[in-house]
Nanobody, 128 residues
Framework: QVQLVESGGGLVQAGGSLRLSCAAS????????MGWFRQAPGKEREFVAT????????YYANFVRRRFTISRDNGKKTVYLQMNTLKPEDTAVYYC?????????????????????WGQGTQVTVSS
């Protein structure tokens, strides 16, 4: 298990930007895919984006494509989610998690059970 801590959420107006961070405080995550997910009130947790272990492959949900960018810094054991052109429907708690197996890509079709070590989440609220 890896301990993950998300940060960077907050209240922003529609059209604004936020940058989320997910820091691993225990063992390295450099050989694992990392993912961002979100859960809005009354809805199921859903896939947002993943980045593979070396950062060469990224996958995005259609609803965030060309607005959000996932990146990672393995030296800092941190994964980022740059969110631009935010919309009220992006309001949710955002979580990061680790892919189950090393050196394996995970995308929007990967079930949530393929991820572990979920962080506590960071709230993003977009006002209209």
């Amino acid at each position: 298990q890896v301990q993950l801590v998300e940060s960077g959420g907050g209240l922003v107006q529609a059209g604004g930007s936020l940058r989320l961070s997910c820091a691993a405080s225990t063992r390295t995550i450099s050989t694992y895919t990392m993912g961002w997910f979100r859960q809005a009130p009354g809805k199921e947790r859903e896939f947002v984006a993943t980045i593979n272990w070396n950062g060469y492959s990224t996958y995005y949900a259609n609803f965030v494509r060309r607005r959000f960018t996932i990146s990672r810094d393995n030296g800092k054991k941190t994964v980022y989610l740059q969110m631009n052109t935010l919309k009220p429907e992006d309001t949710a708690v955002y979580y990061c998690a680790v892919g189950l197996r090393p050196f394996r890509d995970y995308d929007h079709l990967s079930p949530l059970v393929e991820f572990h070590s979920w962080g506590q989440g960071t709230q993003v609220t977009v006002s209209s």
